[in-house]
């Protein structure tokens, strides 16, 4: 059988499973603590919108999206994780067409049959094993487990491609009632932190207004097509956002002259 092997593995996150659970131990005691009312958020996601920096930074934020969406969700079918390259040129986008996803906390079943269903379907989806060796989406992978430890796993990696095309692929997906749809993304890179926060705040209010245009007036994200399409099939679907957390690398580290911007969102 094929495997997608890990390859940010104590790096971006630990290589040990017991050291995982215990950064989403933290991170919930420190939630739990801040009183958090997840009753509140009036919205059932069909998607969320993730950073994917090294848990130290943007694992607390990635984490109350994921706490937030199998509070509201239960259990899920599969888990459809979407993400940009960082290493590797890509034309389109790169589907994992592999068996099982290895994790420090197990291998996930990834689900072929309905990967290899959505190549069929949309022309701008192949198959690069070296677009797969991409920390955006991986690091989604150990929140995943942890929360729908059941759930089938689908991961695509896009690099050159059009947010409308791919805004057509999470509509089909959509449709799908079983289904959870993850947007990997971080915000502005290496400004002061009072440049960084003006950028972000694009970003964020375009994220809670639906609104492609806030997003174009000066957001800087890596993740941006990714954005852009889930925000575009939120709109077409009458779907509601609500913006859950937002924080810099300057709350880990106190340098507040280059950081970076992380955000989590719910949709549905």
Do not use: W
Not at 27 to 35: A, M
Not at 118 to 123: A, N, V
Not at 221 to 239: H, L, N, P, Q
């Amino acid at each position: 059988m094929s495997r997608r092997e890990s390859a940010v593995a104590g790096s971006f996150y630990p290589a040990e499973c017991s050291e995982i659970e215990r950064y989403i131990t933290h991170f919930n005691t420190v939630l739990d603590k801040n009183d958090f009312n997840i009753e509140s958020v009036e919205i059932v996601p069909k998607a969320v919108i993730v950073p994917h920096a090294g848990y130290i930074y943007s694992g607390f934020t990635a984490n109350v999206a994921y706490r937030c969406a199998v509070q509201k969700r239960g259990k899920v079918k599969r888990v459809v994780v979407i993400g940009p390259s960082h290493r590797v040129y890509i034309n389109g986008a790169s589907i994992a067409l592999y068996d099982r996803y290895a994790s420090p906390c197990g291998e996930m079943q990834i689900d072929l049959a309905y990967s290899n269903g959505l190549k069929e379907r949309f022309g701008f989806l192949h198959f690069d094993p070296q677009a797969h060796h991409e920390h955006s989406t991986e690091v989604q992978v150990p929140f995943v487990q942890h929360y729908f430890p059941d759930a089938e796993l689908v991961e695509i990696v896009y690099g050159e491609l059009d947010s409308g095309e791919l805004s057509l692929l999470i509509d089909k997906v959509l449709e799908e009632s079983d289904t959870l749809v993850v947007i990997s993304t971080d915000l502005s890179h290496f400004y002061t932190k009072q440049v960084a926060k003006g950028l972000d705040m694009h970003c964020i209010e375009g994220m809670a207004d639906l609104d492609i245009s806030e997003l174009e007036s000066g957001c800087e994200a890596c993740g941006m097509i990714g954005v852009k399409a889930v925000i575009t099939a939120a709109k077409r679907t009458g779907f509601k956002s609500r913006v859950l957390d937002y924080r810099t690398s300057a709350d880990v580290t106190d340098d507040e002259q280059s950081v970076v911007g992380y955000v989590s969102c719910l949709i549905g």
